[in-house]
Structures are given as C-alpha cells and as structure tokens.
C-alpha cells in the first residue's frame, strides 16, 4: 500500500504533555484510508489530525455500523518502542468487521499504517514507565449515504493515537463493581464479541446509574439466565482462588476475546498459576468471595492492564474482597505483563513488535 503523507511543519508540531489523562488528548497525526465496492480500500494517507466530513445520511450516524480497536504502544528504556500484540488486535478489528458486514483490512496494511503513524508522532508517545503508553485506536465507519436499512456500500477506516495514563483515576487501587441484576450488556448471537460502538452506548445507561452510588464498573451477567459472570465494563474478568488458582468465564460468544486475558491465560501458568476458563455462577462467586476462598478479584483489559477489584455489589448486598485491597497475584502479573509491554522482562511469546523507522 502506499501511503500518502502530508505531515505538519516542524514548528507545529506538538509532543506529549505533562498532563493527559486517558482520551483526551491526541497526537499530531492520523491515518485515514477510504473503501468503495469498485476499487476496495484506497486513497490510504497520513494527515494532521482533523474532522471528517460525512454526509448526515452516513449510515454510521443512522444505523451503527461502527467498529473500533484499542492497543498500545509503549516506550522501552532503551530508547525504542514496543507495540503490544497489534497482528492479534488487527485479527479481531477484522472478526468485528466480519460481524457487522463491514468489509475487511489487509493485516499488514493496516500495521503499516500504524508503525508509519506512530513513527511520525514518535514524540506523543509518553516517556514515564509509570503505566503510561501511546494508546492506538483504530477504527471503521460506513459512510454511505443510505437511509434505507442495509450493509452500506463505503466505508472509512482510520486510525487515531494519544499519550494515555492509568484508566482509573485511582490507578492500582482497587476499583467497585455494582453487578447488573436486570439490564443485560449482550447475547449470545448478537453482538457483544465484536467491538462495536452500540454496546458500549447500551452499557451506559446503568454506568451512569451505579456511578452515583459510587460504583466504578458494572459487571454483566448473561442475558439468558441472569446467572454467569460474562465481563466487567471494558474488561475481562478473573476471580483468584486461595492464591494460586485463577479462573475466568469461558467465552460464551457475547463476552469480547479479550487480548489481555489471552495474554494472562498464557503467562500465568509460567508464573506457576494454575488458570482455567470456566462457566461461572454469580452465587457461587459471591459465597466463595464471603467465605474468603477466592483471594483476589481483577479485570484486565488494554487501557486498564490489571485492575483490582475490592467490591461487588449485588441487589445492595456489598461483598468486599481482600479488605478492599489489591493482592499478590494481580500485582505479580501486573508487573510480568507490563514488563514484557514495556521491554524489562523477556518477551518469550513473541507478543511485542519494535516499532520500524
Ligand atoms: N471487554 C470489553 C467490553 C472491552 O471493551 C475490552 C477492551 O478492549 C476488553 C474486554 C478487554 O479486551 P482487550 O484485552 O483486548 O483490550
Ligand atoms: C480498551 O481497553 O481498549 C477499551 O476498549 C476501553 C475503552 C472502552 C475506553
């Protein structure tokens, strides 16, 4: 593919502040490219970040057809930059696509795209090891002009980056989870295994609901019976027995194939873990958590990596787990994780991928 790029002059360009957050703040840069049935994708460029312009008919803005990817790359002390696992996340922006009719990138266009955008705003990727990374976020929009009902004929891809902090304000702390006892995220034959932009806005209604009782994250249940634990917010979930033992819902077909919870499935044995992936009960979590079998509760996704979990609430009856405090193992493999992202612990799965100049 080539690339077209028109990049800002010198002086204009800015670099990582001191200050950013999570989302906020955006690099310099953006790749766009656009797809038609006639000539598939094409007029691939790099652009100073700036507005798209869409018809107010785009079927995006009627109908949802919207995918979209989180990954990140992080700074290594020697200087370089690592990508965490971008051919997995592209292979899953591509499953999304398979989904929501919406046609698929060339994976290694696609990388081609990030590595040359990023090496572009080489300077928005931030310095500190203190959890913070450049977070990639590509995306799919169908901008046909259709109002009728119906997979759109074109489409917009395009990638987007920002220095990004810790997820939660509140960093390492252990976060509060109210679990959804009537409102449903996805089920199973609709869509909640793709990263699609509708599930997030269904999932908002509760969120702000439960953030006024002071509750961080919602966890879902399934929607059939009410009963499994399916994920957490925009994270996986996993539930440590007695210190050794962790276990995370099997994938049902509506939870996302989180890439982190790939990831931790794969490392935590290594670390000596036993971990499997099962279909779990919320009353049985809940009885272990009070029994204090189960040690440690944590989510794990891309923009949070590990994050404990120190409550959950269910119909207003509060279990606390660990005193509300983060454990060993969520710290042990939150350490092994971002020290192979970052470049300090040997990467033996072949995860990362040096940024090319
Ligand atoms: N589940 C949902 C709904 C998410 O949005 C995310 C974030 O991407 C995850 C799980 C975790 O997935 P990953 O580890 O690939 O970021
Ligand atoms: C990610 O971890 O990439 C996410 O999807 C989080 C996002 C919803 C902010």
Redesign the pocket.
């Given at each position: 593919m080539s690339i077209k790029i028109t990049s800002l002059e010198e002086s204009k360009r800015g670099s990582c502040p001191k200050e950013y957050g999570f989302g906020t703040v955006f690099s310099d840069h953006m790749f766009t490219q656009d797809y038609d049935q006639k000539q598939g994708w094409h007029d691939a460029e790099i652009n100073p970040y700036h507005n798209l312009s869409l018809d107010p008919t785009a079927a995006v803005l009627h109908y949802g057809q919207e995918i979209f990817?989180?990954?990140k790359a992080y700074h290594r002390a020697d200087g370089q930059i690592n990508l965490f696992?971008p051919e997995?996340?592209c292979e899953?922006f591509n499953l999304s696509a398979k989904r929501m009719v919406m046609p698929a990138v060339d994976v290694n266009q696609h990388l081609e795209a990030m590595h040359k955008l990023i090496n572009l705003d080489k300077n928005w990727v931030p310095k500190t090891a203190n959890g913070s990374s450049l977070y990639i976020r590509p995306t799919m929009i169908a901008t046909s002009s259709k109002i009728g009902l119906g997979a759109a004929a074109q489409y917009k891809h395009f990638i987007l980056t920002m220095p990004a902090g810790p997820y939660f304000a509140g960093g390492f702390n252990p976060i509060s989870v109210y679990i959804a006892d009537t409102y449903r995220?996805a089920v199973v034959g609709g869509v909640?295994e793709a990263?699609t932009g509708g599930?997030?806005a269904a999932?908002l209604f509760i969120s702000e609901e439960v953030a006024k009782k002071g509750y961080t994250q919602v966890l879902w249940l399934d929607a059939i019976e009410g009963r499994y634990v399916e994920?957490?917010?925009?994270?996986?979930i996993c539930f440590v027995y007695e210190g050794s033992r962790i276990v995370t819902p099997s994938l049902s077909g509506s939870?996302?194939?989180?890439?982190?919870?790939?990831?931790i499935l794969k490392l935590a044995p290594t670390l000596g873990y036993d971990m499997t992936e099962e279909q779990l009960d919320i009353h049985q979590i809940l009885s272990d958590i009070a029994s204090g079998k189960i040690t440690e509760v944590f989510?794990?996704?891309?923009?949070?990596v590990i994050s404990p979990v120190g409550k959950l609430c269910l119909k207003g009856k509060v279990y606390e787990v660990n005193g509300n405090k983060s454990g060993p193992v969520s710290k042990h493999l939150y350490d092994q994780l971002t020290g192979i992202q970052y470049g300090t612990v040997e990467d033996a799965f072949g995860w990362t991928q040096l940024l090319k100049s």
């Open positions: 990817e989180g990954l696992r997995a996340n899953r995220r909640g990263k599930n997030y999932s994920e957490v917010g925009a994270m996986n939870i996302l194939r989180g890439i982190t919870r790939d990831s989510g794990c996704g891309t923009a949070a």
